[in-house]
């Protein structure tokens, strides 16, 4: 698989103003690597909020119904799961006031998304579940010791052509082996992503194609409690809960 190093002045004209192009390397299917997306010392200040959140506070999980607060959740291998995962998830909702500093700082991945799906800046930040579609920054962490995300395609949708992966782990220092990965049959080769990034780059594909997040430096022991492993940002906008004809869920494959 094809690895665009790119830096963001480049990406960003690539996608706007040569959009069929840009759609075309991803449906080939090629990744892009964004370098220096992000102020690397900005993503890890956001790693280290959410990981001190997690150490001080309870793990629990709400349906994305009107009223549902931001929250974090411990996915271990939770049998109802769309994609089963071993992970600590973080999960944060444009609705809420005290995150528009947060959906300010993610607003040029929001508005990309906008722009591709044909909407206006800010279409989708502020809506609540039961307007169908709302905004999420979803933060991930993959512990050592096994953490994954199982082999999935996610749902291709108007306001989901490219998904945008914000590394916020350093390849070879939080974590040396597993980590995400792509390909682009069910038997072709896995393609690995890590090795080609550092903190606050921003790693962009697409999501309709088989990939899933390897384990994550299998000799170690698992611990819930430890700032490293395999994190990453993502600027999201997605499907509630409630039930509508286009509500698709990602499958595990
Ligand atoms: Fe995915």
């Known amino acids: ?51 001190d959140l997690g150490t001080s506070s309870a793990p629990s999980w709400h349906p994305c119904l009107d009223g549902c607060p931001d929250y974090h959740r411990i996915h271990d291998n939770y049998p109802k799961a769309y994609v089963k995962a ?38 989708f930040i502020k809506n609540i579940p039961s307007q169908y579609q709302i905004a999420r920054v ?36 939080d974590f040396k082996t597993g980590g995400v990965y792509a390909r682009k049959e069910k038997d072709s080769g896995k393609f690995y992503l890590d090795s080609y990034t550092e903190v606050g780059d921003l790693m962009v594909l697409s ?8 384990e994550i430096d299998v000799d170690h022991t698992l611990n819930w409690n430890s700032n490293d492993g395999r994190w990453m940002i993502m600027p999201i906008i997605i499907n509630s809960d409630y039930d509508f004809p286009e509500n698709i869920k990602p499958k595990n494959v």
């Not at 992970?87 to 006031?97: C, I, P, V």
């Open 1 to 51: 698989m094809k690895v665009n190093i790119i830096t963001k002045r480049d990406f960003l004209d690539l996608a706007y103003k040569n959009t069929e192009s840009f759609y075309e390397k991803i449906n080939l299917p090629e990744v892009f690597v964004v370098k220096n997306f992000y102020n690397k010392d900005k993503i890890l200040e956001l790693r280290k909020k959410a990981h």
């Open 86 to 123: 071993l992970m600590h998830a973080y999960y944060k909702h444009g609705y809420y006031n005290e995150n528009n500093e947060l959906f300010d700082f993610f607003s040029e991945i929001f508005d990309l998304k906008n722009f591709l799906a044909g909407y206006p800046s800010g279409t």
């Open 138 to 173: 979803n933060i991930h962490n993959y512990p050592k010791g096994g953490g994954y995300q199982s082999e999935h395609i996610d749902p291709v949708s108007k306001f989901a052509t490219i998904q945008t992966i914000v590394q916020a782990s350093e390849y070879g220092k």
């Open 207 to 214: 999501p309709g194609i088989y990939h899933g997040v390897e």
